[in-house]
């Protein structure tokens, strides 16, 4: 250890992307990233079983090319850290075993950590310390999320979470309607640019009366998804043209008001003046651009990573692990299991 800045090595594999990142103390050196996406494409979706094939395949190589491009030996890693939670059950697994046999073979500790803290600590590699407490909002394909972080290290509470599809699958879902590729996010966001916002009134679930009361803090968008297909199929079946820019404009609106509303209004009733917005869907250039105008009114401090530290990566586990080892956190056992319904209030396994 190079005075009191470890080496961390980070792993994650709960989804598609085979990360590798290299942190140390609180700077990135590298994030090293092996994406199977277009294996998925033609499925329309994420397969399981393909996407724990494409791990096993890129785990080595990733490694290695991380390991050259930081310019550091692995007998140089102070730890390791890795996904154990949540996520796909066989892709975690694969993770889980490389790290175990890393910490083993180096004789360094190994912090087996929760993906959703992750993707809040990696804003530390951009930004520096993280305000404590600090609002995370975390939006991607699997999640939907408002958490208190007291401690990103031990203490993140669930405000609220989506109740039936997250943001990014209800981009999917809307994009294989409009006839564009997997993933919807980038594709949706590059079409909206050319459409107008207002065009067509989508509804905003959860955010009226006694849906607002009993979930305050959640989210929906399975009413939403439904209604932009029920538009554009009813437009199909009268033979008239559909609109693509307005519609991706129209729903993309939708998705992200909620979204930022209720952040907001997370921030003011708990008294933090403090938003950091996390997860694939973060990368949204709509979503950025509505937090800080909302932000900025509301007197709440915005912080985003980079868009490519927003999806999946190696580098946020290697935040997340070199946090846990400044802190003093004790290291997860070697039995540790990888647990694909790890609850986002367990920051580690």
Known sequence: MTGDQPLVLGLETSCDETG?????????????????????ARFGGVVPEVASRAHLEAMVPTL?????????????IDAVAVTSGPGLAGALMVGVAAA?????????????VNHLA???????????????????????????????????????????????????EAFDKVARVLGLPFPGGPY??????????????FPRGLTQG????????????????????????AREAAGEPVPVSDVA????????????????????ENGVENLQIGGGVAANSRLRALAQERCDAAGIALRVPRPGLCTDNGAMVAALGAQMLLKGRPASDLALP???????TQVQA
């Open 20 to 40: 590798v990142g290299i942190v140390r103390g609180e700077k990135l050196l590298v994030d090293a990233i092996a994406s199977s996406v277009d294996e998925h």
């Open 100 to 112: 175990k046999s890393l910490a083993v073979a180096l004789g360094v500790p190994l912090y087996g």
């Open 64 to 76: 290695e090319r991380a390991t050259r491009e930081a310019g550091v030996r692995l007998a140089d």
């Open 210 to 233: 006694r849906d607002l009361e009993r979930h305050r803090f959640d989210f929906s968008f399975s009413g939403l998804k439904t209604a932009v297909a029920r538009w554009v199929h």
């Open 188 to 201: 949706i966001d590059r079409a909206a640019r050319e459409g107008s916002r207002v065009a067509i009134d």
């Open 249 to 268: 404009a129209s729903f993309q609106e939708a998705v992200t008001d909620v979204l930022t509303r209720k952040a907001v209004l997370a921030c003011r």
């Open 338 to 344: 990888a647990d694909s319904s790890m609850p986002v």
């Open 118 to 168: 992750s993707h809040v600590a990696v804003d530390i590699v951009e930004h520096g310390p993280l305000p404590e407490p600090t609002v995370a909002m975390l939006v991607s394909g699997g999640h939907s999320s408002l958490l208190l972080v007291p401690d990103v290290t031990h203490d993140v509470r669930s405000l609220g979470s989506t109740i039936d599809d997250a943001a990014g």
